[in-house]
């Protein structure tokens, strides 16, 4: 991933976390809660497979240069 595009992407992540001023005016814990809602589905929906997917890439590589030697 280039530079520009993995910048790009953090800030779009970023701002994405900034609640929007209706939730804001609810209070600090609607906006605690957005943020939150935000973040869980972040580990639920892309961290979490993306963990899975190295450690069976690495499971795989393993096998694989084990079965060549």
């Known amino acids: ?12 992540l970023l701002c994405g976390f900034i609640p929007p001023e209706e939730i804001i005016n609810e ?4 906006s605690l809660g957005y943020v939150g809602f935000l973040a869980g589905g972040l580990i639920i929906f892309t961290i979490i497979p ?5 450690k069976f890439q690495h499971q795989h590589l393993t096998e694989v240069k084990d079965s060549a030697a």
């Open 27 to 30: 209070g600090l814990a609607a």
């Open 50 to 54: 993306l963990k899975f997917f190295d």
């Open 1 to 12: 991933m280039s530079g520009v595009a993995f910048c790009t992407s953090l800030i779009a």
